[in-house]
């Protein structure tokens, strides 16, 4: 809804920890040349992966580091807001008033109609967790003076995140079947997997194999009104009668 109103929606996550021992999944090797593990289980250190990520387009703003702490996030986000913002349309360039653009559009507290009068219009949606280094004061209050809402995922459901999903691809690309020595080489092949994402992106929308075996369970299922109950076949809407019982209540 945000992107067909022209408002460009991003995801934000941080991925791992990736630790640097000998990953799961397939390898690639020379033919004859068996894939070799180390018999002793060493603790390389590990990494994680800063990611901001737009659904509609596909593009990928990933930065590999050692640690996700407020300290390291926060200004690495900055930046790459303001590089997005750099993108849209000045704030005098926007209508307050276009659906979507208000504050209160989004927000159903009662003091949401005092964000329009103080801020300026809705210029980039953000989801991310619902973590409390993200409601740090000064950093919302950031995202707000510059147009941006932030949008948190409900308790036990970040899931709703798709910076989750391309996180999984870009880890899975990177480091399925491989052994890292060290959390530098972790962030080496994180970063080039990232830039051939970018090379190629591909947009997410919602609605996969979950969804559809979904549809497939209701198409099987008939609901009836007023509970959660469910039968495997229709109920006839109302028993037919006979003529004579017809007769016998004329």
């Not at 990736?18 to 070799?36: C, D, F, L, N, V």
């Not at 948190?152 to 995140?161: A, E, F, K, Q």
């Not at 194999?209 to 495997?232: D, E, L, M, P």
């Amino acid at each position: 809804m945000a992107e067909a109103r022209g408002i460009p929606l991003w995801t934000q996550d941080e991925g791992g920890p990736y630790q640097a021992i000998p990953q799961p999944g397939p390898s690639w090797q020379p033919e004859g040349q068996p894939t070799r593990q180390p018999h002793e289980y060493v603790r390389g250190g590990t990494a994680k992966l800063l990611t901001l990520f737009r659904p509609a387009t596909g593009e990928l703003r990933a930065q590999p580091v050692t640690s996700a702490t407020n300290a390291v996030l926060h200004p690495w986000l900055q930046d790459e807001l303001t590089a997005v913002l750099a993108t849209r349309p000045p704030v005098a360039a926007v209508d307050p008033l276009a659906p979507g653009r208000r504050w209160s559009d989004w927000d159903w507290h009662d003091g949401a109609v005092l964000l329009d009068a103080t801020l300026p219009p809705v210029r980039l949606i953000l989801i991310w967790d619902n973590l409390v280094g993200h409601k740090t004061p000064a950093f919302v209050r950031w995202c707000w003076e510059r147009g941006i809402l932030l949008l948190y995922t409900p308790l036990g459901g970040s899931w709703l995140n798709m910076a989750e999903s391309i996180q999984r691809i870009i880890g899975r690309r990177a480091l399925d079947g491989q052994h890292p020595q060290t959390p530098l080489e972790i962030m080496t092949w994180l970063a080039a997997t990232v830039r051939g994402w970018n090379a190629q992106p591909t947009p997410f929308v919602w609605g996969g194999k979950r969804q559809q075996r979904r549809w497939r369970a209701r198409q099987r299922r008939h609901t009836q009104g007023g509970s959660g109950a469910v039968t495997h076949r229709p109920l006839p809407r109302r028993l037919r009668r006979s003529s004579a019982y017809e007769r016998l209540c004329a």
